[in-house]
């Protein structure tokens, strides 16, 4: 019965696991990162791309991918053998499960890299703007904000 159980908490973390590399974060089109713009610090008002860069994010090293994966691993390493050859079972099964976590982990992380659009205001400040996906928007190009969201006009 204590194999069933065992069992039942594997599946569980893996489903877990599975249900969060599921997840997205959809904005929508030519709405700054995270959905809407600070209003604190954005300009209402015209202004002309300057630059639009691709800003690629670093890897955090050790996250949640390669904790879970450690976690699993164990515990399906620790199903194998005895003695001697269960700790070796178990040892092996996180050093396993941490490597194919981090690895889940930073293929989902590649996701995460963003565009700045640096836009000169007619008043001669500088706004920039962090989009999750590339929000066509080209050098030269005159916008306005308004609202909070950068515009062409």
């Known amino acids: 019965m204590k194999t069933m159980n065992e069992l039942g908490l594997v599946l569980g973390i893996i489903s877990v696991l599975m249900l969060g590399a599921c997840a997205t974060t959809n904005t929508p089109p030519n709405t700054?990162?995270?959905?809407?713009?600070?209003?604190g610090n954005v300009y209402s008002g015209y202004g002309v791309v300057q630059s639009v860069e691709l800003v690629k994010q670093a890897n955090s090293g050790v996250g949640l991918g390669t904790i879970a994966g450690a976690v699993v691993g164990g515990v399906v390493g620790n199903q194998v053998g005895a003695g001697r050859g269960n700790t070796a079972a178990t040892v092996l099964g996180a050093a396993g499960g941490a490597y194919i976590g981090h690895e889940l982990e930073n293929r989902q992380q590649q996701n995460a890299d963003a565009y700045k659009v640096t836009v000169r205001m007619e008043n001669g400040a500088y706004q920039a703007l962090m989009y999750s996906t590339n929000p066509g928007f080209r050098v030269g190009e005159r916008v306005r904000f308004e609202n909070g969201v950068l515009q062409r006009y």
């Open 32 to 39: 700054p990162y995270g959905g809407v713009a600070n209003p």
